[in-house]
């Protein structure tokens, strides 16, 4: 299963959990479709009542509950062209929280809440991407936890130093 990239890759310095592993690999066939033109897996992305999952990674990685994924046992090795995605994927959406990548996810124009019916789970096509903010990247992070640990370190930069050896 490819996802096993961010984890083998990332794990460690993304804190990765399964809700946290779905929202990023919605936000790697969004990058794959916007920086290469092409899908990065074949497989559905549906529109759940609270976000964009895969449900195969759901169901692989659900006995993890909400602790964070440590290893995984899937050998799938990508192409460079489709390993500097995640790679992307990691440096780019990977220090938000999970709460902030649904929020993210969930922004107005977004391809869910184009396609999200709570009567239905309903599939996200690539075309729905394309169509959607999504596809024009990560728009930046206000509002987010990351938003706001970035303003302290601009306006106080030794603040959380300062905590981490208190």
């Keep these: 299963m490819w ?18 592993l779905n929202k990023l690999v919605y ?13 990065l897996f074949d497989d559905a992305i ?11 990674v759901c169901h692989e990685f659900k006995r993890f509950e909400k602790s964070m994924i440590r290893d995984c046992e899937c050998g799938t090795k990508l192409a460079y062209e489709e390993m500097r995605v995640v790679d992307y994927v990691a440096r780019s959406y990977g220090a938000m929280t999970a709460f902030d990548l649904v929020s993210l996810s969930h ?18 096509s690539s075309g729905d991407i394309i169509d959607s903010v999504d596809f024009k990247g990560i728009g930046g992070v206000s509002g987010t936890f990351e938003a706001g640990a970035r ?3 601009r306006a106080m930069p030794n603040a959380l130093m300062m905590l981490e050896n208190s």
């Design 3 to 20: 996802p096993c990239a961010f984890i083998a890759c990332h794990g460690d310095s993304l804190a990765l959990t399964n809700l946290k």
């Design 27 to 39: 936000f790697a066939q969004v990058e794959s479709l916007r920086q290469r033109g092409v899908e």
């Design 46 to 56: 549906e529109a759940r009542e609270y976000d964009p999952i895969e449900p195969a």
């Design 107 to 124: 922004r107005d124009g977004g391809a869910w809440g184009r396609v999200f019916d709570p009567h239905a789970d309903r599939i996200i």
């Design 151 to 153: 303003g302290v370190m």
